[in-house]
């Protein structure tokens, strides 16, 4: 977790708005770091994470949480952490071995028209109270001990790399959306990656993740855009970060964007508003 | 022209808002809503993304309870058991059923959030339709939707916006809590009039038109609102006094040929230099000044 970027969203492990779908994209740059972040952060607050993990597999996340000073196996062991490593399941659906609730859950990698619903419904078990499916389940019992429930998905572009439509991603979305944050008040943290430049007037020939991010944008509460500097390569500053406010508490869409740039170090990231870099000052 | 579209002056149809990923219309729809809500009319509400606690936040209890809510946002494709309201029951016989159920003789007016959602499952052509139907069918006196403008194919967008009465175009503006809206409304004798008008939304969703309508086409009168005076605010002084005025006219620029500058060259001065010439055998050398006739 950062503490840099905490305070720039004004929110803590202990202090946090609920039921807010929090939509992170990079363009030509690389947003993983923000789900650590968020990762990090959730497991820290207490909140019961379900963690769909397309990008990268267990170890990696596992390693870097490390560093930022938050295990992963001893969440997964005490049901905190409910990780789906789809890299891992992945090869056991296509070669059809076993058939568990993982496995059901990916039955779009066999057949993409099939659409997302398995994997909602994977989901939608795994954090609700009834805490049915999972072999590790401990009964009833477990779910009430944390708080509220998030949702975290690294990256929904995969999705549209293995065939699924736009339409069956953001019909996911929303039903995530549904479920998490509108019924049982918890979070949704999803990562969508473009490629290419932003062509305002582009239609019809959109790339699925651009009118993916138009989507998932209008649905969310809080945007945060990475991109490198326009300037280019830069040793000091990795980037910038566009945070956009979609909703206020009275839901004005007042938009308020702040623009910071970033460093990511071994241990964390800094995050300082333009031209406040410590190697320019 | 905006005020008049939100009070209902304008005698119904189908009202579509147009939005984008820069400035959200929902803020818009809800005064409406509430607009409509005061006069007194039956307002159905279709919310596919909007879900009842955001609703009675923006709305307050008081109109939610008469305001006529059907929720299609927990369920709309019908993935869950008993869902209230899928988006395949957007025909026409379902609504009609839908919006007949109260025998009321007030008008009706059915909100729709959003027209993206619906066009994502169904094909335009049968929301066309449905929306035609209910245009003519007579139950409905108004429709309104949102549509998110930049979810779909230009042509898509054209085709339901050329079913619409009229069209609000809107999209963020200058100041921080300021929008503009373009409206584009077709009468029935078939005049269409377009606006441009800045609005801002107060917490009770009151709509406020900072500026008269500018008719579209007729010149960038947004920008000459907005000029700032450039020497203003500064650190140091760009502004000159009358007395500084006049000693910067007098004075004469160095390369301008004036005058004086020329009786000056013609004259020459002590020491300036002499040329001594002495021809040659195959010079053809005229004593004559040949730039004489030059009248300078």
Known sequence: MFPELNAILNTSPDNFKQGELILVSDRRADASFLVHHFLSFYLKAGCKVCFLGLAQSFSHYSAVSQRLGVSLTQAKEKGQLLFLEVLNESLDVLLQKTSNTESQALDFLRDPAVGLRGLYDFVRASVSDSGVGGEDDGGGGTVGRWGPPVLLVDDLTVLLSLGVSVGSVLDFSHYCFVTVCSQLKGNMVTLVRCEGEEDEDEDGDEEGSERLLKGLTHQCCLTLHVQGLPTGFCRDIHGQVEVCWRKTQKDKPSNQRKLFQYKVHDKGASFFARGTSSAVL | ?296
């Open chain 2, 1 to 296: 022209m905006l005020l008049e579209l939100i009070q209902g002056t304008e005698g119904g149809g189908l009202i579509i808002i147009q939005d984008s990923i820069h400035y959200s219309g929902r803020t818009l729809l809800m005064s409406f809503i509430k607009a409509a809500l005061k006069r007194d009319e039956v307002v159905h509400l279709l919310a596919f993304e909007l879900h009842e606690e955001e609703l009675k936040h923006e709305l307050g209890h008081s109109c939610l309870q008469r305001l006529k809510f059907h929720n299609a946002f927990h369920d709309p494709l019908g993935w869950n058991e008993n869902p209230p309201f899928t988006v395949h029951q957007f025909i026409t016989s379902e609504l009609d059923s839908l919006l007949t159920s109260n025998q009321h003789s007030k008008p009706v007016t059915l909100v729709i959030d959003s027209f993206s959602f619906i066009l994502r499952h169904l094909s335009p052509s049968a929301v066309c339709k449905t929306l035609q139907q209910l245009k003519k069918g007579g139950a409905v006196k108004t429709t309104l939707g949102l549509l998110h403008s930049d979810m779909h194919h230009r042509n898509m967008v054209g085709s339901i916006c050329h079913l619409a009465t009229s069209v609000l175009t809107v999209a963020p503006g200058h100041q921080c809590h300021e929008a503009v809206a373009k409206t584009i409304w077709r009468a029935k004798s078939g005049k269409i009039s377009q606006a441009m008008e800045r609005f801002s939304i107060s917490d009770d969703m009151t709509v406020k038109v900072q500026s008269k309508p500018v008719p579209v086409g007729s010149g960038q009168g947004e920008a000459g609102d907005a000029e700032v005076d450039p020497t203003a605010n500064l650190t140091f002084n760009l502004r000159l006094s009358d007395q500084e005025r006049q000693a910067k006219e007098k004075l004469a620029l160095p390369f301008v040929f004036s005058k004086e500058k020329k009786s000056a060259l013609l004259r020459p001065g002590p020491g300036s230099g002499r040329i001594l010439y002495e021809p040659d055998a195959n010079d053809d050398y005229d004593q004559e000044d040949p730039d004489d006739d030059l009248d300078i």
